[in-house]
């Protein structure tokens, strides 16, 4: 049972990888840019928060959020892959573990 586990929890974190890569190419970055949840325009600016206060003396411009929205996309990307390695190699590991203790069965 304890391996059976370990086989879904690695394969779960392999999903969660390639979930974050397809979040990293086809989510962020397009649609609307916004602020505070409210959708802006060119032209339009926005205050930046920050982790103590929900505005600063920092202002954004539409262009401004929408190419940071858009570098953060390798940084997505990438975290991504890495989770999907771990994980593939987590359970890679597992197989190889169960083949050397003859557990071919995984019930």
Known sequence: MKGRWALVLHAA???VGLSAIAVGFFVIGRGPVTCRGL???????CMKSTYTSTSSDQVQSYEQRQAAAKASRPSVIGTGAAITAFGGMLWAAEIRKRRRSGQSDPR
């Open 39 to 45: 959708e802006m325009h060119p032209g339009d600016t």
């Open 13 to 15: 974190l392999v999903v």
